[in-house]
């Protein structure tokens, strides 16, 4: 099992351009989730899905957008990139409620000039 | 207001030495508070889950003690390795309807050979 996969690792944007980061799954997890880690602060959500179809916004999704089109796919977009979403982005997923342990992916470091 | 405060910040000790972290937290109704390591430019990968009524729990020389009386959590290294260098979050969840994840901003350790 692969676990929780991420693509792409690393990804460098000018203000304005817009991209998708793409997480994947191969443990039938129902929730999955999108947080941006940034330096000092703790993992914020972004947003989160609790099964197939279904999308719910986080703590900060504004600027975002996402989609669950598959259960093992969880997509964010970025619609016209801003200098503040330089982070590294997070995807997790688990299986039943986010109460349970959530396994992580790798993370894409992004970076908006 | 929900908060995960940990001490240190960042924590140097040699091979072979024990440490502790400390991890308060004032997040409430609570559901459960999790450990997680995190390696340099990876995920966070969960080191152990504790409910109200687990005042202990182990995974390997990691132990982790929770008191919710005084909303106090610590992580227990012993006899460290090189590999245990890595940053520790200290997360919380809350018991609400969706049970939101309150993160920690970790603690970098360095183990020093």
């Known amino acids: 099992n692969a676990g929780v996969t991420q693509t792409p690792k690393f990804r460098v944007l000018k203000t304005g351009q817009s991209m998708t980061l793409l997480c994947a799954q191969d443990?039938?997890?129902?929730?999955m989730y999108w947080y941006r880690q940034d330096p000092g602060m703790g993992l914020r959500l972004i947003h989160y899905?609790?099964?197939?179809?279904?999308?719910a916004k986080g703590e900060v999704p504004d600027g975002y957008n996402v989609s669950r089109l598959k259960k093992q796919n969880f997509l964010l977009g970025l619609e016209s990139a801003a200098p503040s979403q330089t982070s590294v982005y997070f995807c997790?997923?688990?299986?039943?409620?986010?109460?349970?342990?959530?396994?992580f992916g790798p993370g894409t470091r992004l970076t908006v000039l | 207001k929900n908060q995960v405060e940990q001490s240190p910040q960042s924590l140097i000790i040699l091979e072979g030495k024990n440490c502790t972290l400390q991890c308060n937290y004032t997040v409430s109704p609570f559901s459960n508070l999790r450990w997680y390591k995190q390696d340099t430019g990876r995920g966070p990968v969960s080191l152990t889950i504790m409910t109200f009524s687990e005042n202990t729990k182990s995974n390997g020389r990691y132990t982790a003690t929770l008191d919710a009386d005084t909303k106090q959590s610590s992580l227990h290294i012993t006899a460290s390795q090189l590999s245990d260098s890595a940053s520790y979050i200290c997360?919380?969840?809350?018991?609400?309807?969706?049970?939101?994840?309150?993160f920690g901003t970790g603690t970098r350790l360095l183990v020093s050979p």
């Open positions: 997360v919380v969840t809350m018991n609400t309807g969706f049970q939101k994840l309150v």
């Open positions: 997790a997923s688990s299986y039943g409620t986010n109460a349970n342990e959530q396994f």
């Open positions: 899905s609790v099964g197939e179809g279904t999308t």
């Open positions: 443990m039938n997890h129902e929730y």
